[in-house]
C-alpha cells in the first residue's frame, strides 16, 4: 500500500514571502514563513518599534442567528452571552472529559453574530467540537479559506496604522480602541476588520481582509512601517515573543490531556453554567497531583527546550512545554507542568539540558511585560 501525505496549505501571501526572502516551516497543517533575516533581529523590533506577521494560517468562523449566544454558551468554556457587542474574549472548546481542544478568541459583532477564530492546527477539531452541539437558532460557517489575517505588532504599531494609505474609516479610531475590543473599517474600499489583540505580549492590532486584498494590505502598511522599523517577522520570533510573555501554545502548553485549571485557566471556566461541553468531566475529573504549568528563569545561555525533564533532586517532577534563551530578557526562561509540590514561587530546581543539570527557579508569569 502507498502512503499518502497532504502538502501544507499556502497562505495567500505565500508568493509574497517568497519575493521576500523567507525560510518556511510547515506549522498546524500551513506552510508558513518561520523568519525573513534573523529570528533575533525580528523578535528585537517587534519590542522596540513593530512586526508583521502574516496569520492567515488561522481558523476563523462565524456564528450568528437568534441562538448564536445561547450556542456560544454551550459549546464554549466561558459566558459569551454577556458579552458587549465591540468586545473580544478569551476562551476554551473542552473536550466531554474536560480537556482543553483549543483555545480561541470569540468576537462579538453584534446581538446575533459573533466571531470565533482559532488555531490553525484545530480546525477541524473545533468545526466538529460545534457540530456535536446542537444550534438551535443558531448558524455556524467556517470562513478560513476566504480571508486572510496579518498582525502589526509593536510600540509602533498605531502610528504606523494610522499612517497606513488605503485604510479609511475605522470605527471607533485606532486611538479609541482598547485592549481586546474590535473596531470595522474599509481598506481600498474592501471590508476590514481589526481586532486590538495579539500574540506579543506588545501592542498591536490583527487584521482580516478578503484574500484578494491581503497583498495590498501588507505592502501598504510595509510602507507606512517603514520609517518606524517595521520588519516582516515570522514563526520563530512570534515563539520567543509569546513565549516571554507567558502565552501558551496549543500542543505545548495546552492539549486534551490538560484540564484548564492545570494550564492556570480556571478563570476561563464559567462552571455556574446550566450546560457546557465538558462541565460534568470537569466535575469528575481527579486532578489531585495533576501538574500545573508554571514559569522557570535560568542562569547562563543554555535554555531549556520542549520535552525537556524538571527535576527536584534526582527526583523527575516534571517537563518543559516551551523553552528559549529569552531575545528581551538575555537568560533562559521556560514553561514547564510540574508536581504541585514543585511549583511554588521562588523553588529551585533542575533542567536535565542534554545530560547537564541546570538550576532554574519557579517564576511567575509573563516573564515580560510591556510598559504602560
Not at 453584534?110 to 460545534?130: H, K, M, P, Q, W
Not at 498591536?204 to 510595509?222: R, Y
Not at 538575555?330 to 533542575?350: K, N, Q
Not at 536535565?352 to 527557579?361: F, N, S
Amino acid at each position: 500500500m502507498t502512503e499518502t501525505t497532504t502538502e501544507p496549505r499556502r497562505s495567500p501571501l505565500h508568493e509574497l514571502h517568497e519575493r521576500l526572502g523567507a525560510s518556511f516551516t510547515d506549522f498546524g497543517g500551513w506552510l508558513m514563513p518561520v523568519r525573513y533575516t534573523s529570528d533575533l533581529a525580528e523578535h528585537h523590533a517587534v519590542r522596540g518599534s513593530a512586526g508583521l506577521f502574516d496569520i492567515s494560517h488561522m481558523a476563523e468562523f462565524r456564528i450568528e442567528g437568534a441562538g448564536a449566544a445561547d450556542f456560544l454558551d454551550r459549546a464554549l468554556a466561558g459566558r459569551l452571552s454577556t458579552m458587549k457587542v465591540g468586545k473580544a474574549k478569551y476562551s476554551l472548546v473542552l473536550a466531554d472529559d474536560g480537556g482543553i481542544v483549543d483555545d480561541v478568541i470569540v468576537y462579538r459583532i453584534t446581538e446575533d453574530e459573533f466571531l470565533v477564530i482559532s488555531n490553525a492546527g484545530n480546525r477541524a477539531e473545533v468545526a466538529a467540537a460545534f457540530a456535536a452541539v446542537e444550534a438551535g437558532d443558531a448558524r455556524i460557517e467556517d470562513i478560513t479559506d476566504r480571508m486572510s489575517l496579518i498582525a502589526v505588532q509593536g510600540p509602533a504599531a498605531r502610528g504606523i496604522l494610522e499612517a497606513t494609505a488605503g485604510i479609511e474609516d475605522v470605527d471607533p479610531a485606532f486611538a479609541d480602541m482598547t485592549y481586546y475590543s474590535w473596531a470595522l473599517g474599509s481598506f481600498q474600499g474592501r471590508s476590514l476588520f481589526v481586532a486590538r489583540t495579539g500574540y506579543t505580549g506588545e501592542d498591536g492590532f490583527e487584521l482580516m481582509v478578503p484574500n484578494e486584498t491581503a497583498e495590498g494590505l501588507w505592502h501598504a502598511v510595509s510602507e507606512a512601517g517603514a520609517a518606524h522599523g517595521l520588519v516582516p517577522a515570522g514563526l520563530a520570533a512570534r515563539d520567543t515573543l509569546r513565549l516571554e510573555a507567558g502565552m501558551p501554545l496549543y500542543s505545548h502548553e495546552l492539549s486534551r490531556d490538560i484540564a484548564p485549571a492545570q494550564a492556570g485557566l480556571g478563570r476561563v471556566v464559567a462552571l455556574d453554567k446550566e450546560e457546557f461541553v465538558g462541565k460534568d468531566g470537569l466535575a469528575t475529573r481527579d486532578l489531585d497531583g495533576a501538574s500545573v504549568l508554571v514559569g522557570l528563569a535560568a542562569e547562563g545561555r543554555r535554555a531549556g527546550r520542549a520535552g525537556y525533564a524538571v527535576l527536584s533532586g534526582d527526583e523527575t517532577v516534571g517537563e518543559i512545554t516551551s523553552g528559549a534563551l529569552s531575545p528581551t530578557l538575555g537568560h533562559p526562561v521556560a514553561m514547564a507542568l510540574v508536581h504541585p509540590s514543585a511549583s511554588a514561587e521562588g523553588t529551585v530546581l533542575t533542567i536535565d539540558v542534554r545530560g547537564t543539570r541546570i538550576p532554574a527557579t519557579v517564576t511567575a508569569l509573563p516573564f515580560y511585560r510591556r510598559q504602560k
